[in-house]
């Protein structure tokens, strides 16, 4: 299996997007590959050919035979079951893209995938074309940024972003590593305002919105293969003791921290793994 994972370069597409990720793989089960996704805040652009096709299923969804689709932000954690062989481009957009764009309240489209064609097809052709260009050969230098100029027309064409997004994405900025308290101080907004405009752009409380990136970290460090410990681990995320942790970690992915260690190959909890463009066979 091929894999990049790029981050683009243009100011404005940097606003927007967070990283952009290729794989090809020529063979594996006659049955496919199956992933299970983490939930996520972020969506999804997902190009492939036309003889490629997923299915996923979650709670009370199950929706197949989609070729090019739009992955919405994930609240609970989802099966995704892929045909082989695959070459597939996504695009990951920071969260409140959907808003940016379509100007709908983000937390009603959460748990959904739309293929691309139901959303408008027009905007996506382009984008489509070049990824059809780089499945032809692999990602370079080139045809990235050829890539990343169309992102961008995209972009220019489709969003319009209104005050309160912006107020919003200066927020996400300082989320990672500050209390809710402290961005509120920081941006000049009040705790209600920034909640209340948090939740309509993105979806998600920002309480929902730190637990998610607190349980992106913990899955990486459970799966850097070093011995874990437990105590150490609840203390360093913010948990009272380590039942809180398995507690929160299986109300969130469905299994315990143990089980998830116990049978992590069965878990591809990352729509794309983390690999860099000079670090492609693997």
Not at 178 to 198: A, D, K, P, Q, W
């Amino acid at each position: 299996m091929e894999k990049w994972i790029l981050y683009p370069t243009d100011k404005m597409v940097k606003e927007h997007v967070s990283q952009l990720y290729f794989i090809r793989k020529k063979d594996g089960s006659e049955n496919g590959e199956i992933m299970r996704l983490l939930p996520q805040c972020s969506s999804y652009a997902i190009f492939t050919e036309s003889d490629s096709f997923f299915s996923y299923s979650g709670k009370n969804k199950y929706l197949k035979n989609l070729s090019n689709h739009f992955l919405y932000p994930l609240e609970d954690s989802m099966e995704v079951k892929f045909t082989l062989p695959i070459n597939l481009l996504a695009i990951r957009f920071k969260p409140g893209l959907v808003y940016n764009i379509w100007g709908a309240e983000s937390a009603n489209y959460k748990n959904s995938v739309l293929p691309i064609e139901v959303l408008d097809k027009n905007k996506f052709d382009s984008l489509h074309k070049v990824c059809l260009d780089i499945f032809e050969c692999q990602p370079n230098e080139k045809n990235i940024k050829k890539l990343e100029k169309s992102i961008k027309e995209f972009l220019q064409w489709s969003i319009k972003e209104e005050p309160k997004s912006k107020l919003v994405r200066r927020s996400l900025e300082k989320l990672e590593s500050r209390s809710i308290s402290s961005v509120c101080s920081e941006i000049g907004c009040s705790r209600r305002t920034l909640e209340r405009h948090f939740k309509g752009v993105t979806g998600f409380t920002m309480n929902q919105y730190k637990d998610i990136q607190i349980l992106h970290k913990i899955v990486d460090e459970l799966r850097s293969g070093k011995e874990v410990n437990w105590t150490e681990l609840a203390q360093n995320y913010g948990f009272f003791d380590q039942s809180h942790l398995i507690k929160h970690f299986k109300k969130m992915l469905g299994v315990t921290p143990t089980e998830f260690l116990e049978h992590t190959e069965e878990f591809e909890v990352k729509l794309f793994s983390d690999t860099s463009l000079s670090d492609s066979n693997r």
